[in-house]
């Protein structure tokens, strides 16, 4: 059974940071492309950051400089590294197999920025 499961969400204040991560399950992690994408209160999902299997990475610019995307394919992780948090930062974050926002999701992890 195919499954995400998201963890290190939390409480941050701006300009602070935090470390996603999300560990896939039941297909061959290195093989895919991975993503991440979130959704903000009462907005539609957005988009992030892609990564391949071998390394190479893309972005989204309302992230670019701030967020950094990264994978352990021995270990079938997922990584998320934000930076210089701000308010309008605060979503679910899910991470999504694939390269856009069709991608299947786990359960998500909840970021919130609030002083």
């Known amino acids: 059974e195919l499954q995400l499961v998201e963890s290190g969400g939390g409480l941050v204040q701006p300009g602070g940071s935090l470390r996603l991560s999300c560990v896939a399950s039941?297909?061959?992690?290195?093989?895919?492309?991975m993503s991440w994408v979130r959704q903000a209160p009462g907005k539609g999902l957005e988009w992030l950051s892609k990564?391949?299997?071998?390394?190479?990475?893309y972005y989204a610019d309302s992230v670019k400089g701030r967020f950094t995307i990264s994978r352990d394919n021995a270990k079938s992780t997922l990584y998320l590294q934000l930076n210089s948090l701000q308010i309008e930062d605060t979503a679910m974050y899910y991470c999504?197999?694939?390269?856009?926002?069709?991608?299947?999701r786990g359960q998500g992890t909840q970021v919130t920025v609030s002083s």
């Open positions: 999504a197999k694939g390269s856009d926002i069709r991608g299947m």
């Open positions: 990564i391949f299997g071998d390394g190479s990475t």
């Open positions: 039941g297909f061959t992690f290195s093989n895919y492309v």
